[in-house]
């Protein structure tokens, strides 16, 4: 292996965290994909075959809280999501590192909370099966707290971002 192929530890993490970010866009498409395939079936099974099956209302609901926690993550980790973008660009560049900082730092925070809360919540009704479908109750929970675990993750590598980049003055 050359010295020019070998990641510098930063660069690997990064490279890490995109690929696991787009491991969870493509998790999350596919969860829209199948969203738009179960309510298709719904439809044609209440209208055509008059025989509404039982069981489409809960996946739905799981790929629907597959699709939005795992699309809010990533919408976190290419920071399109949670932003005063238009805002910072009229600060002065010491505030604008204060809110470059403040921002991840309640990315994690809320993070923190949907995934213990939602691990929690998970936890708490994995012994009651849903109405339709062999899948326990608490089953759309377990997307939320992974998002949010994510959300963690992808927000802690930006702040780290931001506190090993140089003050506005420190490049001159």
Do not use: C
């Not at 890490?16 to 970010?21: K, M």
């Not at 730092?105 to 339709?132: F, N």
């Amino acid at each position: 292996m050359s010295e020019d192929t070998i990641l510098a530890p930063d660069e690997a993490a990064k490279s890490a965290l995109d690929r696991l970010a787009d491991a969870v866009i493509a998790i999350a498409a596919t969860a829209l994909f199948g969203l738009v395939i179960v309510q298709g079936w719904q439809v044609f099974a209440r209208y055509v075959m008059n025989d509404s099956p039982s069981w489409t209302e809960p996946v739905t609901l799981l790929l629907l809280s597959i699709a939005m926690s795992l699309g809010a993550a990533a919408g976190v980790h290419t920071r399109r999501h949670f932003g005063f973008f238009l805002l910072q660009e009229h600060m002065r560049p010491t505030i604008r590192k204060l809110v470059d900082l403040l921002i991840p730092g309640v990315v994690v925070a809320i993070g923190a909370v949907v995934a213990y809360w939602g691990a929690v919540l998970l936890l708490d009704g994995l012994h009651i099966k849903a109405a339709g479908a062999s899948l326990p109750q608490s089953i759309n929970y377990l997307p939320l707290s992974l998002g949010g675990a994510l959300m963690v993750v992808f927000a802690l590598n930006q702040l780290v971002g931001v506190l090993r980049a140089p003050s506005a003055g420190e490049g001159r």
